[in-house]
Antibody
Framework: EVQLVESGGGLVQTGGSLRLSCAAS????????MSWVRQVPGKGLEWVSG????????YYADSVRGRFTISRDNSKNTLFLQMDNLRAEDTALYYC???????????????WGKGTTVTVSS | DIVMTQSPDSLAVSLGERATVNCKSS????????????LAWFQQKPGQPPKLLIY???TRESGVPDRFSGSGSATDFTLTITSLQAEDVAVYYC?????????FGQGTKVEIK
């Protein structure tokens, strides 16, 4: 069974940093592109960042480019999101999701974790 | 960015009746060389992550009941739930993966009348 488990969320002050992790099991991790998607409680879904299976191509939403860095460690089946210079508007539940695209990125998100909550307060 | 617009924002349907959710993209998500529409549908129940229902606009994910179906092409898509069940109460999202950034519709809340 494919499973994604996020961790690393928490309460941080404006301007602070957090590092999210997403541990994958049940898949050949480097065959999957991965994305982070966030959701403010009661609101819709916003894609944040994505990375190809080998990690050579990275994508960011305009709202986080220059502040967030996505990476992956395929030897440990783990995806990361380094979040710096956090703002109040980054407060959300952050999900990781797998995309069965192999070396590509433009694929549907087939499995989602349960999410980790990030709260940024002043 | 490709803008995804769903309609209606919410709908109430009687048990056993049909529910239809529409999704319109601001530009075509049909990749002509493969003739595939880069469009997915998700179901999200309260307190749960989104669940993939449909990809390539009309391919049902493994394990998804066959009362869920997707149709449409290019810019206009539909998710149909034939014979609505109580467990189908949820918010439904469409999403394009034709171009980065991947973008989602605003969601449609389906309730029981």
């Amino acid at each position: 069974e494919v499973q994604l488990v996020e961790s690393g969320g928490g309460l941080v002050q404006t301007g602070g940093s957090l590092r999210l992790s997403c541990a994958a099991s049940g898949i050949t991790f480097n065959n999957y592109a991965m994305s982070w998607v966030r959701q403010v409680p009661g609101k819709g879904l916003e894609w944040v960042s994505g990375i190809s299976g080998r990690g050579e191509i990275r994508y960011y939403a305009d709202s986080v480019r220059g502040r967030f860095t996505i990476s992956r460690d395929n030897s440990k089946n783990t995806l990361f999101l380094q979040m710096d210079n956090l703002r109040a508007e980054d407060t959300a539940l952050y999900y990781c999701a797998s995309q069965p695209g192999g070396t590509g990125f433009l694929y549907y998100m087939d499995v989602w974790g349960k999410g980790t909550t990030v709260t940024v307060s002043s | 960015d490709i803008v995804m617009t769903q309609s209606p924002d919410s709908l109430a349907v009687s048990l056993g009746e049909r529910a239809t959710v529409n999704c319109k993209s601001s530009q075509s998500v049909l990749y002509s060389s493969s003739n595939k529409n880069y469009l997915a549908w998700f179901q999200q129940k309260p307190g749960q992550p989104p669940k993939l229902l449909i990809y390539w606009a009309s391919t049902r994910e493994s394990g998804v009941p066959d009362r869920f179906s997707g149709s449409g092409s290019a810019t206009d898509f539909t998710l149909t739930i034939t014979s609505l069940q109580a467990e189908d109460v949820a918010v439904y999202y469409c999403q394009q993966y034709y171009r980065t950034p991947p973008t989602f519709g605003q969601g449609t809340k389906v309730e029981i009348k």
